[in-house]
């Protein structure tokens, strides 16, 4: 069955910190992956998707990048945190064709202090 | 674009109690259709899912929810709530044509009264 891990589970950072998160998905090939933010109290945000290995999509211009360096790993930096960046962010993946539902990591709690 | 409404932010229901939670959509075709839920500080598990075929879809944990095309609407119901059930919950939208996303709406948070 397909597993898909995210860490770390929470982050404290210092403004102008860099930033990596990771992302890695078991049991399947070509899986879409996903990079979404909850700020507190709010909804989620689509940060970046990628359909292959080396092809990112972002969504909203901001501090971050992604990349995915591997098939199945998807990793979400930055060279300098905000405040801003504070927020849990969450992992996805989905079959290719991806409207049959995305399967979510447990998150990380990231705080910028 | 597809976009996707929760008009409620916070409901409270009695434990046993019926719940209806309403979830509205926009998008020029038939879209596919989630719903998800969130228990505090953890990831999102899928819920239900409508794709086509019979209206009346259902899910896990007792939920259903009913696609009803004349009013772009998808709402979660369950008839009687357990006080487990409290968590975010989550309708999502995605295009039969898109490239692999879905779009969340804003959520609404479930609190369960003894």
């Known amino acids: 069955s397909q597993t898909i891990h995210q860490w770390p589970a929470t982050l404290v950072q210092p403004v102008g910190s860099p930033l990596s998160l990771e992302c890695t998905v078991e049991?399947?090939?070509?899986?879409?992956l996903y990079w979404y933010r909850q700020a507190a109290g709010r909804g989620l945000q689509l940060l970046f998707y990628?359909?292959?290995?080396?092809?990112i999509s972002s969504e909203v211009p901001q501090n971050l990048s992604a990349s995915r360096p591997q098939d199945r790993q998807f990793i979400l930096s930055s060279k300098k945190l905000l405040l801003s960046d504070s927020g849990f962010y969450l992992c996805a993946w989905s079959p290719p064709g991806g409207v049959y539902g995305y399967t979510f990591g447990s998150g990380t709690r990231l705080t910028v202090v | 674009a597809q976009s996707v409404t929760q008009p409620d932010i916070h409901i409270t229901v009695s434990e046993g109690a019926s719940l209806e939670l309403r979830c509205n959509y926009s998008?020029?075709?038939?879209?596919?259709l989630f719903w998800y839920v969130q228990s505090p500080g953890q990831g999102l598990q899928l819920l239900l899912k409508?794709?086509?075929?019979?209206?009346l879809v259902q899910g896990i944990k007792g939920f259903e929810a009913e696609f009803k095309r004349s009013q772009s609407s998808f709402n979660l119901r369950k008839p009687s709530v357990h006080w487990s059930d409290a968590a975010e919950y989550f309708c999502?939208?995605?295009?039969?044509?898109?490239?692999?996303?879905?779009?969340f709406g804003s959520g609404t948070r479930l609190s369960i009264r003894p």
């Open positions: 998008y020029g075709a038939t879209p596919y």
């Open positions: 409508y794709f086509s075929g019979d209206t």
């Open positions: 990628s359909v292959g290995i080396g092809q």
């Open positions: 049991g399947t090939s070509n899986p879409n």
């Open positions: 999502a939208v995605g295009a039969r044509n898109s490239a692999s996303k879905i779009i």
